[in-house]
């Protein structure tokens, strides 16, 4: 593995995003037109239903840590379409770049990608709303780490689909992460799910992270059980990614489709 | 099979390449040595680009062995692709970046060392030093085919792949574009295998031709003696018998 493959295509990235002001707007609209929305809802709920006076925190903090799931799995997706759009795909693979450092250079234009809408997110909730994710605490740090690992892993299942079946496929790049997104309890607790769906939602990692968010919020108590099953879950979920892209890239090469879907 | 000039880089033997029902490459066996320019031709379909993509890793071959560098590519697919490099018609340098940090992002892809020096090399080299500040989607396809081709030899490669580098110019940008690869392979003693639908490119490029039809070489030797082979007056002429042949449903009568 060598560093300065992988910065180089992280270069590319980096370089996409300091000239282009659409692709930076683009990062930040979608989620600061949420926060907008969703915080205008909440602060009308908050003082109407004065019994519950942690709605703020607990739909802008779901709805910041849920965009950062969102930016890791589209860093990952969008980014690799950024060079199939290019045409400039097939100039990267044959290159002596290894898939690996690819994936590790996509992950770190993800992390970017994040930063961007984070920085924005969070500075925009505490102007508008009073809403500091930071007082929640240290606590929080974990949970994001495992939405951004599970963001990946979406976002690397979304890149191979779209290897084995072309541009057709591209569509999910901006679609798949919503489908998880009613049984991982984003914005209300697992208990509101019908039982099948609650069965379902034991098995989502954001689920458990966002569990947790909303037990550090009204406890301050750190839900160590919940940290673990989402961690344990998020290495079964990366794991099966990987193992799903690689399967698909090589795929791709036996039946020449990764040099179609770069031409 | 006949050898080139110096010593065997790109060495293939019985490649076979199946989609599905249709083989594309068809027991092909074929080497390229130091220092010379190797012409691929063939109507469309006849395998040109999957053999390129195959010896890229791009495309993996159903069986055969691919030998460059006297390295087998299935196990050394990094330390060979160090050494080589391609450019194709069908691909682009990314749009909004500028020319200059084209060459970056790849001079780092490529662990080039001294990379400004080189970067400015190559910008004067192909005379691109004006535009090196425009972003590439305000290129036109003339300075684009520059920008790849200086792309290829960022790295100093030994061997070149070019799938067809000089469509969609116009004849005195594709003028130009040939005699600086005839020079930067007297200059560099390059090896560059080539793909082109202009044959009376490849019979003033190429100091061998490799004739494809359906997947299979049907001949090959320097441009004369396959004009020969076919009893034709000019390469183009050649491959117009092929084609016909094919074209008239039978298995290539006017073939040798």
Do not use: C
């Not at chain 1, 910065?7 to 926060?35: C, H, K, M, Q």
């Not at chain 1, 979406?154 to 999910?172: C, D, K, P, Y």
């Amino acid at each position: 593995m060598k560093f300065h493959r992988i910065f180089a295509v992280f270069l590319r990235y980096f370089y996409i995003y300091r000239r282009s002001g659409t692709r930076i707007l683009e990062t930040v609209y979608w989620p600061l037109l949420d926060l907008v929305l969703w915080g205008f809802v909440t602060l009308y709920l908050s003082r109407s239903a004065k019994g519950l006076p942690q709605f703020v925190a607990f739909l802008l903090g779901a709805l910041i840590l849920w965009d950062i799931l969102f930016r890791s799995q589209q860093g990952i997706s969008v980014s690799f379409l950024e060079d199939v759009w290019a045409r400039n795909f097939l100039n990267i693979f044959v290159s002596p770049l290894t898939t690996w450092e690819y994936l590790l250079a996509l992950m770190l234009s993800s992390l970017l990608k994040i930063l961007i809408a984070g920085v924005v997110l969070t500075l925009m909730a505490w102007l508008l709303f009073s809403f500091n994710i930071f007082l929640i605490g240290i606590s929080l740090l974990p949970f994001l780490i495992l939405l951004v690992f599970l963001g990946w892993a979406i976002g690397l299942i979304t890149t191979a689909i779209i290897l084995r079946f072309g541009q057709q496929a591209e569509v999910l790049a901006w679609g798949i992460a919503l489908l998880f997104q009613p049984v991982s309890a984003v914005f209300y607790p697992v208990s509101v799910l019908p039982p099948i769906l609650q069965a379902v939602a034991r098995f989502m990692p954001a689920a458990h992270v966002f569990e947790g968010m909303r037990s550090v919020i009204s406890t301050g108590a750190f839900p160590k059980r919940e940290l673990l099953v989402a961690l344990a879950l998020d290495v079964v979920y990366l794991a099966a990614a990987l193992a799903f892209f690689f399967w698909m890239f090589r795929v791709a090469r036996k039946k020449g489709l990764l040099a179609r879907v770069g031409e | 099979m006949r050898e080139g000039r110096g010593a065997p880089v790109v060495d293939v033997a019985d490649l076979v390449k199946d989609f599905k029902k249709l083989r594309a490459v068809d027991g092909v066996s074929f080497t390229v040595s130091e220092g010379e320019i190797v012409g691929l031709l063939g109507p469309n379909g006849a395998g040109k680009t999957t053999i390129i993509h195959m010896l890229l890793g791009l495309t993996t071959p159903t069986s055969g062995r691919v030998r460059v560098f006297g390295l087998d590519f299935g196990r050394h697919r990094s330390r060979i692709l160090q050494e080589v490099n391609f450019s194709s018609t069908y691909t682009d340098m990314p749009y909004s970046l500028t020319v200059q940090e084209s060459l970056r992002v790849f001079a780092r892809l490529y662990g080039v060392r001294r990379r400004e020096e080189k970067i400015r090399g190559l910008l004067e080299t192909f005379g691109l030093t004006d535009i090196r500040r425009k972003q590439v989607r305000h290129l036109s396809t003339g300075q684009r085919t520059r920008l790849n081709l200086s792309k290829a030899l960022v790295n100093d490669p030994r061997v070149l792949f070019l799938d067809e580098p000089t469509a969609s110019l116009d004849p005195d940008i594709a003028d130009k574009t040939r005699k600086l690869l005839k020079r930067v392979k007297e200059e560099r003693g390059i090896s560059i295998l080539y793909t082109s639908h202009n044959m009376i490119e490849m019979e003033e490029v190429s100091d061998r031709v490799l004739f494809l039809h359906r997947g299979r070489l049907l001949a090959e030797g320097t441009p004369a003696e396959v004009v020969r082979s076919f009893r034709a007056a000019s390469l183009e002429d050649a491959f117009l018998k092929v084609a016909r042949g094919k074209d008239a449903g039978g298995k290539g009568t006017a073939l040798p």
